[in-house]
């Protein structure tokens, strides 16, 4: 079983559209989680970082992390034909650093205009 | 613009030839990373260095090598290429260890 596990998708939703993205995990030390967005042909960028468990929020963007269950989630409002992209989480334990980042193998999202 | 820059951005290489593959960061960042990128296993981690002048091994070093002379290089050697090596190979970096990371835009290497 991977630590981190993520729907490979391909996710096609039409423009507007609220969209979810899921990761869960098996490791409980894991404690900061971040998003990243990757367009084809281009590097990962990095969208949301969020330390322990809770929302946080920026602009149409929602990263959501919830301990207990071991899954951690990224909502995105109003989507966008430019919203379309490969999604990956990563996440890494306490006091582990980001040299044990540990990634899932991404969502593919088509926002259909 | 401020940012990681990779070279070559693409190549194709006989296997048993050396390459090495280039990464350059402005930021001024501590720890910079290696991953290669295949389709279904994600991201794996490479090489990684926490400051300049130390390395460490990742989930899957072996075949690979690299040194971290100063703050913003960060090369990555193929000694003798092998075909299980055609990748998307990504170079990273981040402020410190606990600090998120940021990518370039990648190396497509095709290994024949």
């Known amino acids: 079983q991977k630590e981190v596990e993520q729907d490979p998708g391909p996710l096609s939703v039409p423009e507007g559209a609220i969209v979810s993205l899921n990761c869960t995990y098996s490791?409980?030390?894991?404690?900061?989680f971040m998003w990243y967005r990757q367009y084809s042909r281009k590097g990962p960028e990095l969208l949301m970082y969020t330390y322990s468990s809770g929302n946080k929020e920026d602009g149409r963007f929602t990263a959501q992390v919830d301990k207990s269950s071991k899954y951690i989630s990224l909502f995105i409002r109003d989507s966008q034909p430019s919203d379309s992209a490969t999604y990956l989480c990563a996440m890494s334990p306490y006091g582990g650093a980001t040299n044990k980042l540990i990634f899932g193998t991404g969502t593919l999202l088509a926002i259909q205009p | 613009i401020a940012g990681i820059t990779q070279a070559p951005t693409s190549q194709i290489l006989a296997a048993g030839r050396r390459m090495t593959l280039r990464c350059t960061q402005d930021m001024r960042h501590n720890a910079m990373y290696w991953y290669r990128q295949d389709l279904g296993l994600g991201l794996r981690l490479i090489h990684y260095s926490n400051t300049a002048g130390t390395t460490g091994k990742g989930e899957v070093p072996d075949g690979y090598s690299v040194s971290r002379a100063n703050t913003d290089d960060f090369p990555l050697t193929l000694a003798s290429a092998v075909p299980s090596q055609t990748s998307v190979y990504f170079c990273?970096?981040?402020?410190?260890?606990?600090?998120?990371?940021?990518f370039g835009d990648g190396t497509r290497l095709s290994i024949l």
């Open positions: 490791n409980s030390a894991f404690q900061y």
């Open positions: 990273a970096s981040s402020e410190n260890i606990n600090q998120p990371q940021h």
